[in-house]
C-alpha cells in the first residue's frame, strides 16, 4: 500500500450477507469492497466522480478465507495501484479478525453519462491518485474462451432493487447474475454438485469460490424481459474446476454484456480441498468448451 500506510476502511457485516453454507457470501465481500471504494473516494478530493459519473470495467477477486458472521467489521487497506489517462486501478486487502480474507483489484473509468461515453482524468484527479499510488495484488491473469453462444443458457430476470443510483444494474449485482446461473448450470450437468443448504447436497461435500473475475462490457438496464447468462466449464484441475460465464442480450443478437470467470475448488466439510469425483469430472468433461 502507499508509503504513508494504507487507508483502512471499516465495513461493517450483516447477518443477510451470509449464504446457506454459512458465511458471506462471494457477492457480498464485492459489496464490502465497493463500500471501501465509496468511502475512498469520499474522503479526498476525487469525491465527485461518484457524483459525476464512474463506471467498473473489471473486477478481480482472489478469496483467501471465509468470513463467519460476527459483530467484528471488515477491514479494507486500500490503495490506488495504477493511473492511466482515462483509467485507473484500485488495489485492496480485506481482512477480517486479524486474518487475510481476499485481495482484489477493481479497473475504473471516469464516464460522462450525459454524452453516453468515457472521458479522460483531469490532472487534478490524476493527480489525486497519483500522491496514493502504491503496488497493488499480485493477479496472474485468468484467460477463457469466448462462449460465442456455447453452454448452458439460464433466463435473467434484472429486479427493480438491483439498479443504482446511476440508472443501471450495480456491478455488484452482477456477481449476484452469474452466481445463480453457474449454480443452475452445475447441478444440472450433475445433480451432485448442489450446494450446502439445497435438499440435493451431498453430506460433508462444498463447494467454494477461489477466484472470481467480471469484465464489464456494456450497461444492464431494468426491464420485465430477461436477459440471458451462459456458463459452461472451460479448465477441470484435481480438486477445482474453471468456469466461464457471459451475459448477453437475446432481444439484441445476444449482444455481450458481461463475460466473468470463476475458479470452484471442491472442499470437504472442514473446507480442505478435496478430489472431484468420477462422476463430476465425467458429467464436466462432457459439457467442456475450449
Same mark, same amino acid.
Given at each position: 500500500?502507499?508509503?504513508?500506510?494504507?487507508?483502512?476502511?471499516?465495513?461493517?457485516?450483516?447477518?443477510?450477507?451470509? +449464504?446457506a453454507q454459512g458465511h458471506v457470501n462471494n457477492a457480498?465481500? /464485492?459489496?464490502?469492497?465497493?463500500?471501501? %471504494?465509496?468511502?475512498?473516494?469520499?474522503?479526498? %478530493?476525487?469525491?465527485?466522480?461518484?457524483?459525476?459519473?464512474?463506471?467498473?470495467?473489471?473486477?478481480?477477486?482472489?478469496?483467501?478465507?471465509?468470513? /463467519?458472521?460476527? @459483530?467484528?467489521?471488515?477491514?479494507?487497506?486500500?490503495?490506488?495501484?495504477?493511473?492511466?489517462?482515462? %483509467?485507473? $486501478?484500485?488495489?485492496?486487502?480485506?481482512?477480517?479478525?486479524?486474518?487475510?480474507?481476499?485481495?482484489?483489484?477493481?479497473?475504473?473509468?471516469?464516464? &460522462?453519462?450525459?454524452? #453516453?461515453?468515457?472521458? %479522460?482524468?483531469?490532472? +487534478?484527479?490524476?493527480?489525486?491518485?497519483?500522491?496514493?499510488?502504491?503496488?497493488?495484488? #499480485?493477479?496472474?491473469?485468468?484467460?477463457?474462451?469466448a462462449l460465442s453462444g456455447r453452454g448452458l443458457a439460464?433466463?435473467?430476470?434484472?429486479?427493480?432493487?438491483?439498479? @443504482?443510483?446511476?440508472?443501471?444494474?450495480?456491478?455488484?449485482?452482477?456477481?449476484?447474475?452469474?452466481?445463480?446461473?453457474?449454480?443452475?448450470?452445475?447441478?444440472?450437468? &450433475?445433480?451432485?454438485?448442489?450446494?450446502?443448504?439445497?435438499? +440435493?447436497?451431498? =453430506?460433508?461435500?462444498?463447494?467454494?469460490?477461489?477466484?472470481? @473475475? $467480471?469484465?464489464?462490457?456494456?450497461?444492464?438496464? *431494468?426491464?420485465?424481459?430477461?436477459?440471458?447468462?451462459?456458463?459452461?466449464?472451460?479448465?477441470?484441475?484435481?480438486?477445482?474446476?474453471?468456469?466461464?460465464?457471459?451475459? =448477453?442480450?437475446?432481444?439484441? +443478437?445476444?449482444?455481450?454484456?458481461?463475460?466473468?470467470?470463476? $475458479?470452484?475448488? *471442491?472442499?470437504?466439510?472442514?473446507?480442505?480441498?478435496?478430489?472431484?469425483?468420477?462422476?463430476?469430472?465425467?458429467?464436466?468433461?462432457?459439457?467442456? $468448451?475450449?
Amino acid at each position: 500500500m502507499s508509503p504513508a500506510g494504507p487507508l483502512w476502511v471499516d465495513v461493517p457485516l450483516r447477518w443477510g450477507d451470509m +449464504d446457506a453454507q454459512g458465511h458471506v457470501n462471494n457477492a457480498g465481500i /464485492v459489496d464490502y469492497l465497493q463500500e471501501a %471504494r465509496v468511502d475512498f473516494l469520499l474522503m479526498g %478530493r476525487n469525491g465527485h466522480m461518484l457524483g459525476g459519473g464512474v463506471v467498473v470495467v473489471r473486477h478481480e477477486v482472489v478469496y483467501k478465507r471465509p468470513i /463467519v458472521f460476527s @459483530d467484528e467489521p471488515a477491514r479494507v487497506a486500500i490503495a490506488p495501484c495504477e493511473v492511466g489517462a482515462s %483509467r485507473f $486501478v484500485i488495489g485492496y486487502e480485506l481482512h477480517h479478525q486479524g486474518q487475510l480474507s481476499a485481495v482484489a483489484r477493481t479497473t475504473m473509468c471516469p464516464f &460522462d453519462f450525459g454524452a #453516453g461515453r468515457p472521458r %479522460r482524468l483531469t490532472a +487534478d484527479e490524476r493527480g489525486w491518485f497519483a500522491e496514493r499510488i502504491a503496488p497493488g495484488p #499480485g493477479m496472474a491473469p485468468l484467460t477463457v474462451p469466448a462462449l460465442s453462444g456455447r453452454g448452458l443458457a439460464s433466463d435473467l430476470r434484472v429486479r427493480w432493487s438491483d439498479v @443504482d443510483g446511476y440508472g443501471h444494474v450495480n456491478n455488484v449485482r452482477y456477481f449476484d447474475f452469474i452466481q445463480e446461473a453457474r449454480i443452475q448450470a452445475t447441478t444440472v450437468l &450433475d445433480p451432485s454438485t448442489a450446494r450446502a443448504g439445497s435438499p +440435493d447436497a451431498p =453430506v460433508g461435500s462444498l463447494w467454494l469460490v477461489a477466484r472470481q @473475475d $467480471v469484465d464489464y462490457v456494456a450497461q444492464i438496464e *431494468h426491464r420485465v424481459r430477461p436477459y440471458r447468462v451462459l456458463v459452461a466449464p472451460v479448465r477441470i484441475g484435481t480438486t477445482s474446476v474453471t468456469l466461464a460465464s457471459e451475459i =448477453v442480450d437475446p432481444d439484441a +443478437d445476444s449482444a455481450l454484456l458481461a463475460r466473468g470467470r470463476t $475458479v470452484l475448488v *471442491h472442499a470437504d466439510a472442514a473446507g480442505r480441498p478435496a478430489p472431484l469425483t468420477a462422476a463430476t469430472r465425467t458429467a464436466l468433461a462432457e459439457a467442456l $468448451v475450449d
